[in-house]
């Protein structure tokens, strides 16, 4: 299955507020609440930020957030600080039972 | 706390085998899917497959199916990722992950990183 589409890069300026959209098809992101979204800091270890559209593990900022319409998952962050930047993928179930990631978006702040 | 710890770096020649762990603890091993991701020098992340360490369900991505084996040995609480003919093109970090939440993978491993060149 192809992956998600993610735009490459997306920027902000401290304080700001910026939204990453992760869009697929009715046989992943639109036929399930189960998109996640990940973020990575170079050599590191991706972190779960986001499950089930809109779940914050606990831990996680509330300055993040998800949301879904249709075919396309947004991860929204409120307030940006610099520990944010980093790189961002979304993932989702599919309908064959598999998972499928995003392509990624680089955030610089 | 739920810690997964992966086996160290790895070089090999084209041609080799592999098998790398993954370590879990600090959960109920047996009832927590876990799942294999690879990254690529300078790329995304590509989900490539999942298994039960229940009862060693597994489903593999289409990319990867036939290409790698996913196993578990639940005794010691470990997942195996292994390939029977390495390539060039295996060269990347390989994770681990736990999916505790629904679908999602809450826990990562260090990730194992595999350098294969001749």
């Known amino acids: 299955q192809s992956a998600l589409t993610q735009p490459a890069s997306v920027s902000g300026s401290p304080g700001q507020s910026i939204t990453i959209s992760c869009t697929g098809t009715?046989?992943?992101?639109?036929?399930?609440?189960?998109v996640s979204w990940y973020q990575q800091h170079p050599g590191k270890a991706p972190k779960l930020m986001i499950h089930g559209v809109s779940n914050r593990p606990s831990g996680v900022s509330t300055r993040f957030s998800g949301s879904k319409s249709g075919n396309t998952a947004s991860l929204s962050i409120s307030g940006l600080q610099a520990e944010d930047e980093a790189d961002y993928y979304c993932s989702s179930y599919t309908s064959t039972s598999t998972r499928v990631f995003g392509g990624g978006t680089r955030l610089t702040v | 706390e739920v810690q997964l710890v992966q086996s160290g770096a790895e070089v090999k020649k084209p041609g080799e085998s592999l098998k790398i762990s993954c370590k879990g603890s600090?959960?109920?091993?047996?009832?927590?899917?876990i799942g294999w991701v690879r990254q690529m020098p300078g790329k995304g992340l590509e989900w490539m497959g999942i298994i039960s360490p229940g009862d060693s369900d597994t489903t593999y991505s289409p990319s990867f199916q036939g290409q790698v084996t996913i196993s578990v040995e639940k005794s010691i609480t470990t997942a195996y990722l292994e390939w029977s003919t390495l390539k060039a093109s295996d060269t990347a970090i390989y994770y681990c992950a736990v999916q505790v939440t629904a679908y999602a993978f809450d826990s990562w491993g260090q990730g194992t990183l595999v350098t294969v060149s001749s």
């Open positions: 600090g959960y109920k091993f047996s009832s927590f899917w």
């Open positions: 009715s046989s992943d992101v639109g036929g399930y609440n189960y």
